[in-house]
C-alpha cells in the first residue's frame, strides 16, 4: 500500500470554519476513504497552511477526484504543494488539538461544540443508576479495557461509542462516569482539552501495604496476562459494584525469584501512591496547573452558579469590555445545545477548566470551608465526604495504593478507601488543607462488592 502523504494549500478564513466546510465536501464526494486526516499549521489565524492526508496514491499527479475535493471546498490548486511526506510537514502542523483522525468525527471543535460531552463534567447525576453488579459487567469492563489497550488512543466520541456498544452506557454521561473510574485505576489518561484518551503504559504497582503483592496497571492484552501466569499466580479481583475493569493480583510463584525489573514487558512502579503523593503540589499549585481560557464572551450564553447543592441562575455577573464583574467561583455556560462548566478566577481574570470534582473542592476552599476526612486507625481505611469529593490527581494517589475504587458507606455521605497508610492520608491532607480525624470506630460501611460509584 503506498505511503500516505500530504497536499499542503494555503488559505484563508476561520479555521473552524474551513474544516467544517471541507468536512462537508469530503463527506458529500465520499471520499472519507481517500482524505482520512486533515492537519493544520500551527497557530492557524487568518492566512494559514491546510494539509489533507491522501491515502493510495503513489502518481506524482493528484487524481482529478482530490482536485474537485479541493476546488468545491475553496483550495486553490495553482498553490496547492503536492506531495508531502509526513516528515516535512511534522514541524509545520500544531498539535493533536486540532488534528482529525477521520471525518466522521472533526477533532478542532470549538469551546462550545460538545456533541459527546466533556469528560471532565460530572456535575449531574448519570442518566440512569448504575446496573446491579455482576461478573457479567466485570467482563463488560475488562473488554474495555482490552480494546482500548489495543487502539493505544483515540477521541472521545470513539471511547463514548465502544462504552454504548458495550452496554456499559446508554448515553455520554454515563462514559464519563467510566472514564474518570479508568483514570482513578491509572489505566488512561485524558488530553487536557477532553478531546482524546491515551492508554498508560503497562505497569506493575506495588500494594502499599507490602504484604507482598503487586497489581497490573495500564495496557492490558491477553498476550501479556498470559505471560504474567508463566511466573506468578495470577487473581482477578472484582471492583466496587463491578464497576470497572477487574484488579489483576501478581503474586509470585512460591519456587520462582519473581523480579519485575527483569520482565522487559512491564515497568515496574513500586510503590506508586507516595511517591505521586510527594510530587503532587498543594492547592494553590494544582490551581496554577489548570488550563486557562483567558476570554469568553459571556453575553452571548446564559450562565448558572454551584451554589454548594446546584446550579442556580446568576444575574450578578456581567462583562464590560475586557473585564469580568462577578465572584469566583464554579459556573455552567450555556449556549445553544452545547455546556461547559468552569471555574472563574476573578483575580486572576481566568476561566479554568479541570476535572468536576476539583473545580467543586477549589470553590469550597476558596471559600474557606473547612474540610475534614476521617481515618480509622485499627484498619487503615481512609473515608472522605461525598460532598467534598478531592481532585482527580489526588484522589488517584488513593487508589493507586490498592488498586480498588473506593466504595460507599451505607448512609452513602462517605466515600471509603481501604489500606490506606497514615503516611499517604496525612500527606494527601496536609497539600488540600484537609484535617484528618482519626477514630478507632468508622462510620458502617457497605461491602465492597455490590456498591461503587
Not at 498470559?226 to 470497572?244: C, D, E, F, I, N
Request: aromatic share 10%; with cysteine; net charge negative.
Amino acid at each position: 500500500m503506498a505511503e500516505r502523504r500530504y497536499v499542503g494549500i494555503p488559505t484563508v478564513g476561520r479555521t473552524a470554519n474551513v474544516l467544517d466546510r471541507i468536512k462537508r465536501v469530503v463527506l458529500a464526494s465520499d471520499q472519507t476513504h481517500v482524505i482520512p486526516v486533515i492537519k493544520v499549521e500551527k497557530k492557524a489565524h487568518g492566512q494559514f497552511y491546510v494539509f489533507l492526508a491522501v491515502e493510495g496514491v503513489e502518481s506524482q499527479q493528484l487524481p482529478e477526484a482530490i482536485k474537485r475535493v479541493l476546488n468545491l471546498a475553496g483550495l486553490s490548486m495553482a498553490q496547492a504543494f503536492w506531495p508531502l511526506a509526513p516528515d516535512e510537514i511534522k514541524s509545520m502542523v500544531s498539535t493533536a488539538e486540532i488534528e482529525t483522525y477521520g471525518f466522521s468525527a472533526l477533532q478542532y471543535r470549538s469551546l462550545w461544540d460538545q456533541d459527546f460531552g466533556d469528560p471532565y463534567d460530572v456535575s449531574a447525576e448519570p442518566a440512569s443508576a448504575p446496573p446491579e453488579g455482576d461478573k457479567q459487567l466485570q467482563d463488560a469492563y475488562d473488554k474495555l479495557l482490552y480494546w482500548m489497550s489495543a487502539q493505544a488512543e483515540g477521541t472521545w466520541e470513539t471511547f463514548v461509542k465502544a462504552c454504548i456498544a458495550l452496554n456499559l452506557a446508554l448515553a455520554p454521561i454515563e462514559a464519563r462516569w467510566i472514564f474518570r473510574r479508568l483514570m482513578l485505576l491509572g489505566h488512561a489518561e485524558c488530553a487536557t482539552d477532553g478531546m482524546r484518551w491515551t492508554i498508560t503504559p503497562a505497569a506493575l504497582v506495588l500494594r502499599s501495604s507490602r504484604d507482598g503483592l503487586w497489581f497490573l496497571c495500564g495496557q492490558r492484552t491477553p498476550k501479556l496476562i498470559s505471560h504474567l501466569s508463566l511466573h506468578s499466580t495470577l487473581v482477578h479481583v472484582p471492583q466496587a459494584g463491578y464497576l470497572g475493569p477487574s484488579r489483576v493480583e501478581v503474586q509470585p510463584l512460591s519456587d520462582t525469584e519473581f523480579d519485575p525489573n527483569s520482565d522487559h514487558t512491564l515497568y515496574s512502579a513500586g510503590d506508586v501512591s507516595l511517591e505521586l503523593a510527594a510530587l503532587l503540589p498543594d492547592i494553590d499549585g494544582w490551581k496554577a496547573t489548570l488550563t486557562f481560557i483567558d476570554k469568553i464572551n459571556t453575553a452571548t450564553c446564559s450562565m448558572e452558579r454551584w451554589d454548594g447543592r446546584s446550579y442556580e441562575a446568576c444575574h450578578d455577573f456581567y462583562q464590560r469590555g475586557d473585564t469580568y464583574v462577578g465572584p469566583s467561583g464554579l459556573y455552567r455556560l450555556t449556549r445553544g445545545n452545547y455546556q461547559t462548566v468552569l471555574y472563574f478566577d476573578q483575580d486572576l481574570q481566568r476561566w479554568l477548566k479541570g476535572d468536576w470534582y476539583g473545580l467543586r473542592f477549589l470553590v469550597y476552599k476558596t471559600a474557606g470551608q473547612e474540610c475534614e476526612i476521617v481515618y480509622e486507625t485499627d484498619t487503615r481505611q481512609l473515608m472522605i465526604p461525598v460532598a467534598e469529593r478531592w481532585p482527580l490527581l489526588y484522589e488517584r494517589a488513593l487508589v493507586l495504593a490498592t488498586g480498588e475504587l473506593p466504595f460507599p458507606a451505607v448512609n452513602r455521605e462517605w466515600l471509603c478507601y481501604d489500606d490506606v497508610s497514615i503516611e499517604l492520608a496525612v500527606m494527601l491532607a496536609n497539600k488540600l488543607g484537609t484535617s484528618i480525624k482519626e477514630v478507632s470506630n468508622p462510620p458502617a460501611t457497605a461491602p465492597p462488592i455490590g456498591g461503587g460509584n
